[in-house]
């Protein structure tokens, strides 16, 4: 046999917890197998299960930058990177490195003003969420407007500037190299 497919019932259990902008996310997810398993060949005739290795039941919690599965940015992909809210909050995630920060008025003549910021590191890219802060085609809270990628082998900024514009800015950072850095001075 070649292939086959292992079909166990259960349940899945999701935790939510609100994330930094107030809004309960799911940040935890497992399957509970219950006691039912039926296995069907490839035309889905039910076999005696032939003997095989084990696959455990983790459900990570996917976003929409995993959804997207690109590297690349453009027209096409924009709407499936920020669909987060039909396939993931990217706001809070139990298998990723989600870092929750704060920057602050640097202008000493105005009043001290905070903002939450979200940083998650995912699929090769560094993705930005001020709080409150979004792009035309994702649901309020669930935006990511800013990216930092390697494309081509140059580093560059996206930026989703306008939440009425769908296409972002893309500014190369090759000429910010510290290598770039000329020996002499003006």
């Given amino acids: 046999m070649e292939k086959f497919t292992k079909i166990t019932v259960g349940f899945v259990a999701q935790t939510y917890e609100k994330n930094i902008a107030g809004k309960l996310v799911c940040v935890d997810q497992e399957f509970i197998a219950g006691d039912q398993v039926d296995y069907e060949d490839d035309e889905g005739n039910t076999i005696t299960p032939p003997e095989y290795e084990c696959q455990s039941f983790e459900m990570p919690l996917?976003?929409?930058?995993?959804?997207?599965?690109?590297?690349?940015?453009?027209?096409?992909?924009?709407?499936?990177?920020?669909?987060?809210?039909?396939?993931?909050?990217?706001?809070?995630?139990?298998?990723?490195?989600?870092?929750?920060?704060?920057?602050?008025?640097?202008?000493?003549?105005?009043?001290?003003?905070?903002?939450?910021?979200?940083?998650?590191?995912?699929?090769?890219?560094?993705?930005?969420?001020?709080?409150?802060?979004?792009?035309?085609?994702?649901?309020?809270?669930?935006?990511?407007?800013?990216?930092?990628?390697?494309?081509?082998?140059?580093l560059r900024l996206i930026l989703f500037d306008n939440i009425k514009c769908e296409d972002p800015q893309i500014i190369d950072l090759e000429n910010a190299k510290e290598s770039n850095r000329s020996d002499t001075t003006d």
């Fill in 62 to 154: 996917f976003t929409a930058v995993e959804f997207a599965g690109s590297n690349q940015v453009d027209n096409g992909d924009v709407e499936g990177i920020q669909q987060a809210d039909e396939y993931g909050n990217l706001a809070t995630h139990s298998s990723k490195l989600l870092i929750e920060c704060f920057v602050s008025e640097q202008c000493s003549e105005i009043i001290r003003k905070e903002l939450p910021i979200n940083i998650l590191p995912d699929s090769g890219k560094l993705w930005i969420q001020p709080v409150g802060y979004g792009d035309k085609t994702s649901v309020d809270g669930h935006g990511w407007p800013i990216a930092i990628e390697i494309w081509h082998g140059r």
